[in-house]
């Protein structure tokens, strides 16, 4: 089962919200994930695709803190998300020494750089806030293992479409996962830019 080979904290914590059960996504996209490889995770509403995400980068990380620089980026549509899913991060790190961090555009970059400094292992932004970081050079991304996108279909939009491109140039290396409900075919040219030698996961 996925599960058991998770983390040790992950278990337990797990554990402790009586989850023993991996959805069949998580069955099938946990083990991917692991790998290494990148991913595209589509399953519809409620299958579980956040709670793998949670998952495998609190795995990937080793649940514990690391350096300064962020090792984990996750992005979102909106600031209201990106707080939510701090939130669910929060519950899930609180036995660990890992450092969650949340950037949205109406908070100044300058602000989020000086935050950003004092050392972070996860972050949470929107696209058009983290380019603007970048853009900015507000932070090192040379250490980030894995990159991923929470209900990614707000990617197809020609803006933040963009915006992801000029982040994904900036990371020379990394993870890429994007979850989705349905494989749009604008998320498909990913694979030609940042999600080389993709693997889907459909369910």
Do not use: W
Not at 63 to 77: D, F, K
Not at 166 to 171: A, E, F, G, V
Request: hydrophobic share 40%; charged share 25%.
């Amino acid at each position: 089962m996925p599960f058991k080979k998770l983390h040790p904290q992950l278990q337990e914590l797990l554990a402790e919200q009586e989850i023993d059960t991996p959805t069949p996504l998580q069955r099938k996209a946990i083990p991917v994930i692991k790998s290494g490889a990148n991913v595209y995770c589509t399953a519809p509403a409620a299958s579980g695709k956040t709670t793998t995400m949670l998952l495998t980068t609190l795995h990937e990380l080793n649940c514990e803190a690391v350096g300064e620089a962020p090792r984990a980026i996750v992005l979102v549509e909106n600031k209201e998300k990106a707080l939510e899913l701090y939130d669910t991060f929060l519950r899930y790190t609180r036995h660990t020494s890992l450092r969650v961090y949340v950037g949205y555009e109406r908070l100044h970059v300058d602000i989020q750089k000086s935050e950003i400094f004092m050392g972070i292992d996860i972050l949470i932004s929107t696209p058009k806030a983290l380019n603007k970081l970048l853009l900015a050079n507000g932070m090192a991304v040379s250490e980030v293992k894995i990159f991923s996108v929470d209900d990614a279909e707000f990617l197809t939009k020609r803006d933040v479409f963009a915006a992801m491109l000029s982040i994904t140039q900036r990371i020379k290396k990394s993870q890429y996962v994007l979850y989705t409900e349905e494989m749009h075919p604008m998320l498909k040219r990913f694979k030609t830019h940042f999600m080389e030698f993709s693997k889907t996961v459909k369910v």
